[in-house]
């Protein structure tokens, strides 16, 4: 069955300006998870959403957003980008909340802010 | 809070040489523990996982055993090849509650024929 889908691959975005960025999870996964990966901070987990509500969440600052819809899919936000918020950004799926689950991930979508 | 160390690297091996890369964690309880792999250019893939003490997970000639005394969460393989050379994150997901991965930093394997 198909993977999960990130949408767009690359985008370039100048400072101020907000993006949003999409995520379909492998059909019948209910559970969305975001992350951004840095050359510097490395992998750092965002936020994951269950039944369309938000169950967890990282250490980044409200500029940072995500919703989930009634079919699992999700989108994230990012508002007033930033030259630092310039990242590889990660969604993952699973079938459920449980911690041990696999979560798969998708390529992911590579932002830049100039 | 949970966290993940793993051996900096970069580590050059080569062909058919025998790869350890270290893995330790902090967490509460018994997390589940995972490895996944990532190749240029590309998202992270599910290598193996271990979701309790003294599981080994193992896949592609990968191996790892869950090691509850000393917290570690070591990966191995016998015999590298040089489609191996990616980067390597160890990982772990706190028992209880729901999905908030915590990644290591990431080490990258290189093999050279």
């Known amino acids: 069955k198909a993977g999960v889908t990130q949408t767009p691959r690359y985008l370039i975005k100048t400072r101020g300006q907000q993006v949003t960025l999409s995520c379909s999870p492998i059909?019948?996964?209910?559970?969305v998870s975001w992350y951004q990966q840095t050359p510097g901070q490395g992998l750092q987990f965002l936020f994951e959403y269950f039944s369309e509500t938000q169950r967890n969440k990282g250490n980044f600052p409200g500029r940072f957003s995500g919703r989930q819809f009634s079919n699992s899919r999700s989108e994230m936000n990012v508002s007033t980008l930033e030259l630092g918020d310039s990242a590889l950004y990660l969604c993952a799926s699973s079938s459920d909340s449980r911690a041990s689950n696999t979560i798969y991930f998708g390529e992911g979508s590579w932002l830049t802010v100039v | 809070g949970d966290s993940v160390t793993q051996m900096e690297g970069p580590v050059t091996l080569s062909e058919e040489a025998f790869l350890t890369i270290n893995c330790t964690y902090t967490a509460t309880g018994y997390p589940s523990l995972f490895w996944y792999v990532q190749y240029p250019g590309e998202g992270l893939q599910l290598l193996l996982k271990?979701?309790?003490?003294?599981d080994k997970g193992s896949n592609k000639g990968f191996e790892a055993t869950y090691r509850k005394e000393t917290t570690s969460f070591h990966l191995e393989k016998g015999s590298v090849q040089v489609s191996d050379s990616a980067v390597y994150f160890c990982?772990?997901?706190?028992?209880?509650?729901?999905?908030?991965?915590?990644f290591g930093t990431g080490t990258k394997l290189q093999v050279i024929p």
């Open positions: 059909s019948g996964h209910r559970s």
């Open positions: 271990a979701t309790k003490a003294d």
């Open positions: 990982a772990l997901s706190p028992s209880g509650g729901y999905q908030k991965v915590t």
